[in-house]
């Protein structure tokens, strides 16, 4: 069974300092991989996600992410974070479950907290 | 616009009632999904379903119930049988043909059960 790991349960950081959120996943096959963000009491938005090609992916808001298939990790970056970037950030991975489906497993969640 | 609604947004039930949430989706997905949030837990499927008539039970699947009787609702029961039923629980949708549909996530439904 897939399964998929966020290192960190917790991050605090300060505003326009650096980031990273990481996230491991593990599967012998071919995996698709996501991240979601989640404000208080809302759903999730999709952040980014690499399904192939390039393995650095980029989001609209300044984060990026680089999937590395030989450590199994895809983690979250940003070089300057803003207050709003404060929220719960979920690593999420596809997967091929058998039958012809994929199934989408999701990390436990990192919240960044971005002081001021 | 098209998206997924969820309603209400905080629900309260007393112990022992069997309770629905409502999940419509315009976005005519053919897959759609039930999760349930816990603090420090990330999500956990519940069901899900890939066609109208059609169900599949996730991994937390005791205690609830699902039908899905058109392609834009997928309702979940939350049965007196579910032991610990206070969550956050969240409704997806998705493309079907497996790999490169990413899910789309309503808003929530915030169940508080006393």
């Known amino acids: 069974a897939q399964s998929v790991t966020q290192l960190d349960s917790q991050v605090p950081v300060f505003e326009e300092a650096p980031v990273e959120l990481r996230c491991n996943y593990s599967?012998?096959?071919?995996?698709?991989l996501f991240w979601y963000v989640q404000y208080p009491n809302q759903g999730l938005q999709l952040l980014l996600k690499?399904?192939?090609?390039?393995?650095l992916v980029e989001s609209i808001n300044g984060f990026e992410a680089e999937f590395n298939k030989s450590q199994t990790s895809f983690h979250l970056r940003k070089p300057s974070v803003h207050i709003s970037d404060t929220a719960e950030y979920f690593c999420?991975?596809?997967?091929?479950?058998?039958?012809?489906?994929?199934?989408?497993?999701f990390g436990k969640g990192t919240k960044l907290s971005v002081i001021p | 616009d098209g998206g997924i609604t969820q309603s209400p947004k905080y629900l309260f039930r007393k112990e022992g009632q069997n309770v629905t949430l409502s999940c419509e989706q315009n976005?005519?997905?053919?897959?759609m999904y039930w999760y349930r949030q816990d603090p420090g837990q990330g999500l956990r499927l519940i069901y899900y379903?890939?066609?109208?008539?059609?169900?599949q039970k996730g991994d937390i699947a005791e205690g609830y119930s699902v039908s899905r009787e058109k392609k834009e609702s997928f309702p979940l029961t939350v049965t007196s049988a579910q032991k610990n039923p206070t969550a956050f629980y969240l409704c997806?949708?998705?493309?079907?043909?497996?790999?490169?549909?990413?899910?789309?996530f309503g808003p929530g439904t915030r169940l508080t059960v006393t």
């Open positions: 997806a949708s998705s493309g079907s043909g497996g790999r490169f549909y990413e899910q789309y």
């Open positions: 599967s012998s096959v071919s995996v698709y």
């Open positions: 690499y399904l192939s090609g390039s393995t």
């Open positions: 999420a991975a596809k997967g091929y479950s058998g039958a012809g489906s994929y199934q989408l497993t």
């Open positions: 976005l005519n997905h053919d897959a």
């Open positions: 379903s890939q066609i109208v008539n059609d169900f």
